[in-house]
Each structure stands twice: as structure tokens, then as C-alpha cells.
């Protein structure tokens, strides 16, 4: 397929989304409303809302008034496991029983919307375990101290700054969010 025909296609297809009329999330600012953020339903929001608040949760449906979301609700039952270790040992333990639910939140309820800057933090993980190492470093301060001295501690504070001067940056920027203030500056609507 040629550029041009790939192009044709992808417009072509866009056209037919808007024209069938499938509704988008959006927030628009009060101030300038010509201003919209779309939101997308494949990632997750914190929402706070007047009296509770929900930690990083997708948006399942929405219509003209509501959002929709799942989460965990704890059951009144629980389950009882036991393992037999060493052949004499007997291990029980309890583990609750949850079940998914979902959850309608008007617009005019929600007050905060939060959403990560990365859609996918899996790349922050190894500076974390620079960050870890770091603070691990901090127990070997006194080991290097009695063995080396004045110079141990001056290698010492170098490799910790190094280590911290890896971690720290990515760790900061790879858990930004972006606030929507909804009681103040943004409201939620849906566009078709």
C-alpha cells in the first residue's frame, strides 16, 4: 500500500467514527472553552470526588451525567487455606473474599482527576534499585569509615552522589501527574 492510500484510509476511517457519533470524555476549561483535554478510557485516573476517593482506577462507561468504574468490595465471607509443610508442619491461613463492582459517580461529584505523565512506569525500575542501592550504601558508611578512614568516606560520598545522581531525576519526572482541578478550572463533558 502506498502512503497516499494508507492516509486515504486512516481519514477516511476518522470520518466514519465521527459521522456514526461515538461519544468522547472530555474536560473543558471553564475559562476558555475552545480548551479540551480528551480523556483516554484506556488509562487510569485517580479520582477524588466531595466524599471519598479512588486510586487509579479506569473509566468502563460514561454517559451525558456519570462515569463508571470498577473495584474490589469486600465480601462478608472469607477463605481458609491450609498447606502441610515438612510433613508435620500444618500452615492456615485466611484470606478475605473480594468481588469486582461497579461504581457511578456523577460529574458534579468529582472534584480532582489525576493521571500519570507515563501511561507505562515499568521503565522506572531499575532507578529504583539504584535508589535502594543508595540507601543500602548508607549502612556501609561506618565499615568504610573504620577501614579506610577519611579517604574511604570521600570514595564513599562520591558513589552514593553517583548513584543518587542515576536514580533521582528519572524517579522524579517518571512520577509526575497532571491535576485537574474540576471544582475550579475544568468541567466534564461528553462529545459526540
Do not use: C, H
Not at 492510500?5 to 477516511?12: A, F, G, K, Y
Request: glycine share 4%.
Amino acid at each position: 500500500m502506498s502512503y497516499k492510500t494508507i492516509v486515504t484510509l486512516v481519514l477516511l476511517l476518522f470520518t466514519i467514527t465521527n459521522a456514526v457519533g461515538q461519544e468522547k470524555l472530555l474536560l473543558e476549561n471553564k475559562n476558555k472553552q475552545s480548551k479540551k483535554k480528551y480523556l483516554d478510557l484506556d488509562r487510569e485516573y485517580y479520582i477524588k470526588t466531595i466524599d471519598t476517593t479512588y486510586s487509579y482506577k479506569k473509566i468502563v462507561g460514561f454517559n451525558d451525567t456519570t462515569i463508571s468504574i470498577t473495584t474490589s468490595t469486600k465480601t462478608d465471607r472469607d477463605s481458609t487455606y491450609s498447606y502441610l509443610y515438612n510433613e508435620d508442619i500444618i500452615r492456615t491461613y485466611t484470606q478475605s473474599i473480594y468481588r469486582q463492582d461497579t461504581i457511578v459517580i456523577l460529574f458534579a461529584d468529582i472534584q480532582i482527576l489525576k493521571k500519570d505523565w507515563f501511561k507505562n512506569s515499568k521503565w522506572l525500575e531499575p532507578f529504583g534499585w539504584f535508589a535502594i542501592g543508595a540507601a543500602m550504601g548508607v549502612v556501609l558508611l561506618p565499615v568504610t569509615a573504620i577501614d579506610k578512614g577519611s579517604e574511604g568516606i570521600k570514595e564513599w560520598a562520591v558513589f552514593e552522589s553517583i548513584l543518587i545522581g542515576i536514580s533521582v531525576p528519572p524517579i522524579f519526572i517518571g512520577t509526575r501527574k497532571t491535576k485537574y482541578d474540576l471544582k475550579n478550572k475544568w468541567t466534564l463533558k461528553t462529545e459526540k
